[in-house]
């Protein structure tokens, strides 16, 4: 074996620019998977960093009569009912997320993110404070002194590291609290968490409503417990709170799912699953090259092998010495491709940095990527080397080593074998283009979407107004109105407060439309809910189409539509209409609203069917909600706003921080960031497959044309045209681009199917691109089966007949 090496490496190292050739297709083609998988890995596969992971479970509620139309999570009493009820579990832990606002120094207060979490969180994980404490039962209970654990990303930052840091009292919400613990440094459970508060510590508004869900459980199932064991455990006890709080409770049922389930969508895993079928493709698409260029290889030695059967080499001997070869070079393209993969996984890690990733997802090329690193390297031996050595090994002596045979080294099965190849690579490549081409046009299509809006220029930030600072409506009015005076009176600036921006979402409660008759249906039509402060429309730069905007005496009698809700429910005629809009809409406590003002169209939810749709606005006054988007427009800049804001904002409240400042183009671009990473990767994916099958096709095109030039040089001499040539050695590369897009289309419109769901701004079945896809690649195909066959065309007869 060691000589069948040796030798294979001389070989290898003569033939240096197929060795270069066959190490970079394999290299891009591993390379690519390596990178993906690390992904995948991280994300899918990985044991997460929590203490039995395999046993925990995600507990949240559903309807029973309904399970599409999802309570949520627990409320607070329910929380505590299942932590004393369930017998199945070793504990059971509760958290709800939200983002904390930080004082109490000199530095200007920070707005983070947050938790807040039963006292055995940390314990039933399996982590503990690097320095200070974990919480206590006491902690968690009504009327403890506030605390608050904080995180390694927070101690630094803010506070230097400073372990003097545990006892000190800082400001969380404007509430005073002791600082207990600090974290490990990467530590963010359950996401990207930067500080916690015990749950007891709740407002108590929250703590006291049955109808409130907000907080999610995480149980570890006892040993030798089935989840299906611990669903009806749970059952039993939802059942006993639906008996004895019918009003909250009826029809509330457990929803149960693996910790492993919860971390990833269904979405999520969609793309990650689609991404490594997408690189599997440009590794089955490279291998098919690097064949191609090995049987071409392999029937150029044909003699050589012929001569060393003759001397008494066996069958299994001369395979074993091709395969040689095909390890050599599957072990430097593994090399490369880890390389590459680090590239790789470097450019993805930077892509997350902002994009909220968890803090379990540690993207490292650690021992698993490594093994699947060598099982391809492996597998690449196989497939690249087996079939050009079975068929270079397979020779008939008495032919093979007479010397005419040498024109006819090809041979028919060698032929058909290259020319399945080529196939193969025609079908993967439009698969992938395909994918790749619909991604780039949703992607495009998103970039392009007419928001109703010139968004240049308009920079949002976001405010949080903290329950234990501001716990009334009364209060929340009362706040925003000094705000708003203060935007008014600054110079240089127009801005406003709303409940999000264009495109940031919106509840959408039930409209009841005063006059008319409930049909019995049950399903009454929806429409997004918005809340805005004064001079709204005036900010955006769009103005009441009719009718009149907001004013400071209007408060929770009146609202202004957009167009697209007036054409909907009153045929554009919506001036002093009426209409309840709420979550029980028939409530006598909803108001009825006199429609004012008809507003242009502004797209304000994301991820809706195409076009506008309907909003309702309200002042803010008469829903002063808990947070607010301030809008801004000036010609300032970014940072010259963000100080502004900030100064105004701290001037009304020292506690009350300003967060995430920024254009809205880049929230935006924020926003669509996983459409845009599928995009870029299917292109690079769908890139290197169209470079591999172009330069296959010109590689067997030309070994093709290599063994018919003594034909060549007889037809020519003959008086064969021109025209005449290229048809003859064309016809066999398109007959094989023809079945190879044959074959390909039906995998084509399976990623679409497969991409429908994330598709947005295009149809998965895009004429334009099941049109455009398969003329691109037929012209890549085409001309590079023309450049050799063009050169030899023009081969001069002597010179053709003397090449034999």
């Known amino acids: 074996m060691w000589n069948d090496v040796r030798l294979a ?108 979490v039963s006292a055995n969180t940390f314990s039933l994980i399996g982590e503990r404070p690097v320095a200070g404490r974990d919480f206590l039962p006491d902690d968690d209970r009504a009327g403890a002194e506030p605390v608050v654990v904080i995180g390694h990303s927070l101690w630094t930052s803010r506070y230097g590291g400073d372990r003097g840091i545990v006892g000190r009292v800082i400001r969380v919400n404007g509430t005073p609290v002791t600082v207990i613990g600090v974290m490990r440094e990467g530590f963010g459970f359950p996401q990207v968490a930067e500080i916690w508060q015990p749950l007891s510590q709740l407002p108590e508004a929250v703590r006291e409503n049955g109808t409130m869900r907000p907080i999610v459980g995480v149980g570890r199932m006892k040993s030798g417990v089935t989840i299906e064991q611990a669903r009806a455990d749970l059952e ?55 064949a191609n260029l090995m049987l071409a290889r392999a029937s150029r030695r044909t003699r050589e092998v012929s001569v060393r059967i003759s001397l008494g080499a066996s069958r299994w001997r001369v395979v074993r010495q091709l395969l040689a070869e095909s390890l050599l070079l599957a072990m430097a393209a ?86 399945g190849f080529v196939v193969v690579q025609v079908a993967l490549t439009l698969i992938l283009m395909t ?67 264009p495109r940031g979402g919106g509840v959408a409660p039930e409209v009841v439309i005063d006059g008319r008759v409930d049909p019995g249906t049950g399903r009454r039509p929806r429409t997004t809910y918005l809340t805005v402060g004064l001079r709204y429309f005036e900010t955006l730069g769009t103005l009441a189409v009719r009718g009149r905007d907001f004013t400071d005496a209007d408060r929770g009698d009146m609202a202004i539509v957009n167009e697209r809700f007036a054409m909907m429910h009153f045929a554009g005629d919506a001036i002093g209409r009426r209409i309840r809009i709420g979550a029980n809409p028939d409530a006598p406590e909803t108001p009825w609203l006199t429609i004012v ?26 829903s002063p909600l808990p947070f607010a988007t301030i809008l801004a427009r000036s010609a300032a800049g970014v940072e010259a ?15 009350l921080p300003v967060q995430s400042v920024m254009t809205l183009d880049a929230e935006l ?114 001309t590079a089966s023309l450049i050799p066959t063009a050169r030899a065309a023009r081969l001069n007869p002597a010179a053709a007949l003397r090449a034999e």
């Open 9 to 116: 490496a001389r070989l290898l190292r003569r033939e240096r620019w197929f060795s270069i050739a066959a190490v970079s297709a394999l290299a891009l083609g591993i390379g690519a998977n390596t990178t993906i998988f690390t992904v995948v890995n991280a994300a899918m596969l990985r044991d997460l960093p929590i203490d039995g992971a395999d046993r925990m479970l995600v507990l949240t509620t559903e309807n029973a009569s309904n399970p599409r139309a999802r309570f949520g999570a627990l409320s607070y009493r329910d929380f505590g009912e299942w932590q004393a009820g369930a017998r199945t579990f070793d504990a059971i832990a509760g958290h709800l997320d939200v983002e904390m606002n930080v004082a109490g120094d000199a530095t200007p207060p920070v707005r983070v993110e947050g938790s807040f």
């Open 236 to 290: 039993g006890v939802a059942a006993g709170l639906a008996r004895r709080y019918p009003d909250t409770n009826a029809g509330v049922r457990p929803r149960v799912v693996t910790l492993r389930e919860d971390r990833m969508s269904t979405r999520g895993r969609i793309m990650m699953t689609t991404l490594m079928a997408a690189v599997g493709f440009v590794l089955l698409v490279a291998c098919a090259n690097v």
């Open 334 to 419: 593994g090399g490369g491709a880890l390389a590459i993969s680090v590239a790789g996984v470097g450019a993805f890690r930077r892509s997350l940095e902002g994009q909220g990733a968890p803090y379990w997802l540690n993207l490292a090329i650690d021992g698993q990527v490594f093994a699947f690193t060598t099982v391809i390297c492996l597998v690449t031996v196989v497939a690249v080397g087996l079939v050009p050595a079975l068929h270079a090994s397979r020779v008939d002596l008495a032919g093979m080593l007479h010397e005419a045979s040498r024109a006819h080294s090809g041979g028919r099965s060698n032929r058909r074998w290259t020319g």
């Open 435 to 501: 994918g790749a081409a619909l991604s780039t046009h949703d992607l495009v299509a998103r970039l392009q979407t007419d928001l109703g809006i010139e968004t240049s220029g308009l920079i949002i930030a976001q405010l949080g107004l903290p329950a234990a600072a501001y716990p009334t409506a009364e209060d929340r009015a009362a706040f925003y109105r000094r705000l708003d005076q203060r935007l008014t009176s600054t110079p240089g600036i127009r801005a406003t407060i709303a409940s999000a921006w």
């Open 597 to 622: 003002g008809i507003a242009p169209n502004v797209r304000q939810r994301a991820g809706d069917e195409p076009g506008f749709d309907p909003i309702v606005y309200v002042p803010y006054s008469a």
């Open 641 to 655: 706003v963000a100080r502004t804001l900030r100064d105004g904002v701290r001037a009304l409240d020292p506690d």
């Open 669 to 782: 671009a924020r926003d669509r960031w996983e459409v845009h990473f599928v995009s870029v990767a299917f292109g690079i994916f769908a890139g290197i497959a169209l470079v591999l099958a172009t330069v296959g096709v010109y590689a067997v095109t030309a070994y093709a044309v290599s063994l018919r030039t003594r034909e060549i040089g007889i037809r020519v001499a003959l008086g064969a045209t021109g025209r005449q040539l290229l048809w003859l050695l064309t016809r066999q590369a398109s007959a094989r681009l023809l079945i190879g897009l044959t074959i390909g289309m039906p995998g084509a419109w399976a990623v679409g199917r497969i991409l429908e769901g994330g598709l947005e701004g295009v149809s998965a079945s895009d004429p334009l691109t099941f049109a455009g896809v398969p003329l691109l690649l037929t012209v890549a195909v085409l």
